[in-house]
C-alpha cells in the first residue's frame, strides 16, 4: 500500500538496497597483467617462503612436549608439562596471526586468555587443559608443516622456472661462455641432444616463461587462501566465544540506550509537562484570590491557565508517542509510518509491503528508525521529497528511507546515525549509507523478521 503525503508523488520503482554498490578502482593494465608485481603477490609469497622454517620449529615443539608429556603421565610432571607446551603453542599462535595480519592482511583476533578459577597454578593447568582453544593451537603447529612444505615446493617452483625461463635470453650467454654448451639442454642420450639456444627456443622459452610468470600469482593466492583458513579457524575464538562477545556488547548496548531514553522521558517530564503544570497551579491558586475582588483578572487569568492545559497536554501527548504510539499498537507499521511522514517538513511517499505484522519489538525498532531518519530529513538534508519503502525478504525486514537533499550523510563517530547503527546492531540488524556529496541519500536498515 503507497501513501503520498505532499503536492509530489513517486513515479519510479522500488530502489534497490544498495549493498555491495561500491565503484571499483580502475587501472591503466588488466588484473592478470598486474598481479606478478603486485605487492599483495609479493606478501603473500613471501609468507609462504617463511612457512616453512616457522613450521618446521612449531612441528618440532608440538611433537616433543606432547610425546614427552605424554611419557612422564605415569609422573605428576607429565601434567603441568603439557600444560606449558600449549601455553608456549598459544604464543606461537599469536605470533602466526600477526604474521598473517602483516603479509596476508587478515586481521584474526585474539582469542580469551585462560585464567584459572582460583588464580593458583592448578587451577590456571586445569583451564590450559580444557581449553579447546589451546589444543587448537597445538593442531595447527602438527598440521601446518605437511601443508607449508607443499606451499613452499609448488609457490618456489613455479616462481623460479616462471622468471628464469622469462628472462632466458638475458642469462643465456653463460652456457656456450662457461659451461660449454650452447644452451639448456632440453633431452639427451647416448648418441642424440637437444639444446635451446636457436632464437626461435629463446623465443619460445621466453614465452612459456611469461605465462607460468601470469599464473604463478594466482597459484600463490589459492595457496595463501589455505593458509588464511587454517589461521582463522584453529588460531582464533571460536564461533561459540565470538557470538558470546558479540552478545555482551549488544548487551550493553542495550542498557545504555535504555537509561539514555529514561533520561530523556526524565528530563521532557521535568522540563515541560511538569513546569507547565506547576505554573497552571500557581495561575489557578492566583485565580482563586482574585475570584471575589477582581473577576474580570480571574477570568483572564483562568483562560491562560486553559490554554496552559492544551499545551501540557499536547507535549504529554508527544511524550506517548514518542514512548510507544497507540496508532503502532492498533493498526501496524503502516498507518504508524504515514503519521510520521503527515508531520515530516517536506512531502514523503511511504509504500509498506507486508503481508503480515512482525514481532511488536522489531515493529517499534523499524518505527523509530524511520522516525529518526525523518527527522534528519527534516533538520539537515535540506530536501525537496522523501520516500519510505518496507518490505520483507526471506527473513528479513527492510526499511529504506530516500530523499533528494544534499548528501553527505555518515556514520561518523557521535553522531546520530552511528547511534543508530549501534541500536540495530544491538538486535543483530545492520544500517547501510549510501550519500554521495550532492545527494541524493539512500539510507537502508535491515532487521532480523521475527513474527
Known amino acids: 500500500m503507497a501513501t503520498t503525503y505532499g503536492p509530489e508523488t513517486r513515479d519510479d520503482d522500488r530502489p534497490g538496497t544498495g549493498f555491495g554498490d561500491r565503484t571499483a578502482e580502475k587501472h591503466f593494465f588488466p588484473a592478470w597483467l598486474r598481479a606478478p608485481v603486485e605487492g599483495r603477490t609479493w606478501r603473500e609469497f613471501t609468507y609462504l617462503l617463511l612457512s616453512l622454517p616457522i613450521s618446521i620449529v612449531l612441528f618440532c615443539f608440538a611433537v616433543t612436549v606432547t610425546s614427552v608429556s605424554a611419557g612422564l603421565l605415569i609422573t605428576f610432571l607429565g601434567i603441568p608439562l603439557l600444560a606449558a607446551g600449549l601455553a608456549m603453542c598459544r604464543g606461537f599462535g599469536a605470533m602466526e596471526r600477526a604474521r598473517a595480519r602483516g603479509l596476508l592482511n587478515l586481521d584474526v583476533p585474539a582469542p580469551a586468555r585462560v585464567r ?115 589461521v582463522a579457524g584453529l588460531l582464533g575464538p571460536s564461533q561459540l566465544a565470538t557470538r558470546v562477545t558479540e552478545l555482551e556488547s549488544d548487551r550493553g548496548v542495550v542498557v545504555d540506550t535504555a537509561a539514555a531514553d529514561l533520561r530523556r522521558i526524565e528530563r521532557d517530564l521535568h522540563d515541560g509537562a511538569q513546569a507547565r503544570l506547576v505554573a497552571l497551579a500557581m495561575d489557578l491558586g492566583l485565580a482563586k484570590e482574585k475570584l471575589t475582588e477582581d473577576p474580570e483578572a480571574a477570568a483572564r487569568m483562568v483562560d491562560e491557565a486553559h490554554g496552559e492545559v492544551k499545551v501540557a497536554l499536547q507535549e504529554l501527548r508527544d511524550l506517548a508517542r514518542g514512548i510507544h504510539p497507540a496508532v503502532l499498537t492498533d493498526r501496524g507499521l503502516d498507518a504508524a509510518l504515514s503519521a510520521i511522514a503527515s508531520r515530516c517538513t517536506v512531502p514523503v511517499t511511504v509504500e509498506v509491503d507486508l503481508a503480515s505484522r512482525p514481532a511488536q519489538a522489531i515493529e517499534g525498532i523499524a518505527y523509530f528508525t524511520v522516525s529518526e531518519l525523518l527527522q534528519n530529513v527534516s533538520k539537515h538534508a535540506h530536501a525537496t521529497r522523501a520516500s519510505v519503502d518496507v518490505w520483507r525478504t526471506a527473513d528479513r525486514l527492510l526499511l529504506q528511507v530516500t530523499d533528494d537533499g544534499r548528501g553527505g550523510a555518515g556514520l561518523t563517530s557521535g553522531s546520530g546515525l552511528a547511534g543508530l547503527a549501534e541500536r540495530l546492531d544491538a538486535v543483530d540488524g545492520i544500517l547501510v549509507v549510501e550519500s554521495p556529496a550532492g545527494g541524493p541519500t539512500r539510507i537502508t536498515a535491515e532487521l532480523p523478521w521475527r513474527g
Do not use: E
Open 116 to 230: 584459572g578459577r582460583t588464580g593458583g597454578l592448578m587451577s590456571w593447568v586445569g583451564a590450559v587443559l580444557k581449553s579447546g582453544v589451546s589444543w587448537r593451537h597445538l593442531l595447527y603447529s602438527v598440521l601446518h608443516l605437511p601443508w607449508a612444505v607443499f606451499a613452499f615446493c609448488v609457490s618456489l617452483t613455479f616462481w623460479s622456472w616462471g622468471w628464469a625461463a622469462l628472462t632466458y635470453p638475458l642469462w643465456h650467454w653463460v652456457f656456450p661462455t662457461h659451461v660449454g654448451v650452447s644452451g639448456i639442454q632440453l633431452y639427451g642420450d647416448a648418441g642424440h641432444q637437444v639444446y635451446l639456444d636457436s632464437s626461435l627456443d629463446l623465443t619460445a622459452t621466453s614465452a612459456t616463461g611469461l605465462a607460468i610468470v601470469l599464473i604463478t600469482p594466482w597459484i600463490i593466492r589459492g595457496l595463501a587462501s589455505v593458509d588464511r583458513l587454517m
